[in-house]
């Protein structure tokens, strides 16, 4: 499949100007010239057109940073698991001091003990370094995580790891890098949600044995009350 730009455009949603800028500044590749003034592109810049859109649309990511994940991408032996490991960098942005830092030593061998308790190898970069982090912020407000807690939560996320990785699908390694965003976005939303409903429960259930709240205080809606309206 060819196009021209204007059906590249049509096509990404980005306007021509934009499209030839992102070609100027190095971050699409310019297009198979056709003739002295036609240029032709095919399904690999679509694809690295919606892979930008959605890091500055959706992401708010600088050209810079469109630049570096795009550079992996292109640079030749890349492998689908740097590109997984460069979204979750681009979108955590943990400090990279996170691995050296004295400081963070108990907090990573915290880490490095749940992977090798549950026999999890990381890439190694943002996945250990984020958990890392977390916990050192979490000890910081009284939240001291021990490996056994650690193990608990890993039991519920992993099954739906798997469920995740398996819905990034095949596809080009932009393709593979756009979903990978929207994944872990959707999942951190998920999981942060569904982490302040049981939070919201449990202090709406102790404010009713207290007797500081009616017994049907903060029920939810019947099923019959949800449809009719």
Same mark, same amino acid.
């Given at each position: ?38 240029? /032709? ?32 991408? =292109? ?25 050296? =830092? ?38 910081? /407000?009284?939240?001291?995580?021990? /490996? ?25 390694? =932009? /393709? ?54």
């Amino acid at each position: 499949m060819t196009m021209k730009l204007s059906e590249l455009a049509e096509s990404s949603g980005a306007s021509a100007s934009t499209l030839k800028h992102w070609i100027r500044v190095g971050v699409l590749p310019a297009g198979r010239l056709r003739n002295k003034t036609t240029a /032709v592109y095919d399904q690999s810049h679509l694809d690295r057109a919606l892979l930008i859109r959605a890091m500055r649309e959706e992401h708010g990511a600088s050209l810079d940073e469109v630049r570096t994940l795009t550079t992996l991408i =292109d640079t030749e032996g890349t492998t689908t698991v740097e590109v997984m490991n460069a979204c979750q960098e681009f979108i955590w942005g943990i400090p990279n001091d996170v691995a050296t =830092d004295d400081a963070y030593e108990p907090f990573r061998e915290r880490t490095y003990e749940l992977m090798r308790r549950r026999g999890w190898r990381g890439y190694p970069g943002a996945a250990e370094r984020g958990m890392t982090h977390a916990l050192a912020v979490a000890s910081e /407000v009284g939240l001291d995580y021990d /490996v056994e807690r650690l193990m608990e939560y890993a039991d519920a996320v992993e099954p739906l790891a798997t469920k995740h990785v398996a819905a990034l699908g095949p596809g080009s390694a =932009d /393709v593979i890098a756009r979903r990978m965003l929207a994944v872990v976005t959707a999942r951190a939303r998920q999981l942060l949600a569904i982490s302040n409903l049981a939070h919201a429960a449990v202090s709406v259930r102790g404010a009713i044995e207290r007797g500081d709240l009616p017994p049907q205080a903060a029920m939810p809606p019947a099923p019959e009350e949800t449809k009719a309206s």
